[in-house]
């Protein structure tokens, strides 16, 4: 863990090798002391060396940008650069050496860089989102006359006067962040929790790398829905568990992949991974918005319905109770997220990376739809309806795989028989 600020630790909280909760205090920092001397009264919090350090170290000055004279000017003097073995500090500002080191390779002046980490700290991220936006060395190194070139692309050599800098060499790349509106009578703040922090940085990073599509199908789940009345008494005396739609839609599921391979795989470079087993992630929302954890399932290709009852509700309870270990919710090479337990129909699921797909799956809703019997004759009936919702990785996953891995899931979640699912 980098330290948010230079000092000496003049308290260890957390002992070498003991397993705490994200965003837990792990030490206490004196800004600015020795280590020979004198401890202080009372050790102040990271939160506290934190804004010391600001006070302390002021910002980098923002130089102005300087009009185009009339006349050739001689080029100003470069500033001297910091050292890259600084790794860390620049401008009051703590960067890794990581970043340093990036930061020199592209030219780039850290401070001018926005930061997400502690205590404003410019991440590896950070720094690599500023260069894929379109920073450039150029825009954060001093303003130097353009090369004799014109605009079109002409060349300017023999010319007697040099070309005026372009536009990009005048306004840097970085727009300053303007400062926050100040609130009103009806707003207050929210920061972030870890776990949100965690959601937020894994979200983006998802739909950065796989180019999402949705496909939409409808499913008659009115045999289900006849299926799991017949049953549910039944397995709560056996069992002990409360069999619900969603675990007949996992069973499904697991059986429709075994079918279409490509929709449980990982993409690695230009190759992709497929798994002969299935891990199942199971999306569990936290109680009053503080979050979403993915417990796994793990290996539910073995398991039947009562099966995948039993471990769906362990893991959701532990889940909610914060008893998951750090196992239980990585690996998984699927996912499943049910926000039809809340009303909705229909929804476009963001793919939990490395995965390729999520399964979304809806409200089921009782409504009139146009049936057909054995011998051809239409009518119109009362049907319990449900939407599944695929997101997939265009990169790996084309439209008819999808549609055609969807259909399967349909056709058995409105044929199947007793046997087959609880078998």
């Known amino acids: 863990m980098p330290s948010p600020a230079?000092?000496?630790?003049?308290?260890?909280?957390?002992?070498?090798?003991e397993t705490v909760d994200v965003g837990a205090l792990l030490a206490q920092i004196e800004v600015g002391g020795t280590a020979g001397g004198s401890a202080p009264a009372a050790p102040a919090p990271i939160e506290q060396a934190q804004q010391t350090l600001a006070e302390e170290i002021p910002p980098a000055p923002v130089a102005a940008t300087p009009s185009v004279p009339d006349t050739p000017a001689p080029a100003p003097a470069a500033p001297q650069a910091a050292p890259a073995a600084e790794g860390a500090m620049g401008a009051g500002r703590f960067v890794s050496p990581v970043v340093a080191r990036i930061a020199a390779d592209q030219g780039i002046d850290p401070s001018t860089v926005p930061g997400t980490g502690t205590g404003g700290r410019v991440t590896k991220k950070d720094i690599l989102a500023?260069?894929?936006?379109?920073?450039?060395?150029?825009?954060?190194?001093?303003?130097?006359?353009?090369?004799?070139?014109s605009p079109q692309g002409a060349s300017a050599a023999g010319a007697s006067t040099p070309a005026a800098p372009t536009p990009a060499a005048q306004t840097p790349a970085a727009t300053p962040v303007a400062p926050p509106a100040p609130l009103d009578g009806g707003e207050r703040v929210v920061n972030f929790n870890p776990m949100r922090k965690a959601i937020a940085r894994h979200m983006?990073?998802?739909?950065?790398?796989?180019?999402?599509?949705?496909?939409?199908?409808?499913?008659?789940?009115?045999?289900?829905?006849?299926?799991?009345?017949a049953l549910k008494a039944e397995l709560q005396a056996q069992w002990g568990v409360n069999v619900t739609f969603t675990h007949f839609a996992i069973r499904a599921l697991i059986d429709a992949i075994?079918?279409?391979?490509?929709?449980?795989a990982e993409i690695r470079g230009d190759s992709a991974v497929i798994k002969s087993y299935v891990n199942l992630g199971i999306a569990v929302a936290l109680d009053n918005g503080e979050g979403l954890i993915v417990p796994v399932l793990r290996n539910a290709e073995e398991k039947n319905l009562v099966g995948i009852a039993r471990g769906v509700k362990d893991l959701a309870d532990r889940a909610r109770n914060k008893k998951l270990s750090p196992d239980e919710v990585s690996g998984g090479t699927f996912t499943l997220t049910n926000p039809g337990i809340f009303g909705a129909v229909h929804g476009t699921p963001i793919i939990n990376q490395p995965q390729v797909a999520i399964l979304d799956t809806e409200a089921i809703i009782k409504r009139p739809v146009v049936v057909t019997d054995s011998e051809g004759a239409d009518a119109?009936?009362?049907?319990?309806?449900?939407n599944l919702c695929m997101s997939y990785d265009h990169r790996l996953i084309d439209g008819a795989y999808a549609v055609q891995f969807l259909a399967h899931l349909k056709r058995s979640l409105e044929t199947w028989d007793e046997a087959a699912f609880v078998g």
């Open 6 to 17: 230079s000092g000496v630790v003049t308290k260890i909280v957390t002992a070498e090798g």
């Open 130 to 149: 500023f260069i894929e936006g379109g920073a450039s060395a150029q825009a954060s190194a001093p303003v130097m006359p353009a090369p004799a070139t």
């Open 204 to 229: 983006v990073e998802s739909t950065h790398t796989s180019p999402h599509v949705t496909s939409t199908m409808e499913v008659d789940m009115t045999r289900v829905v006849r299926m799991r009345g």
């Open 258 to 264: 075994a079918h279409w391979p490509l929709i449980n």
């Open 380 to 386: 119109i009936a009362i049907r319990s309806m449900m």
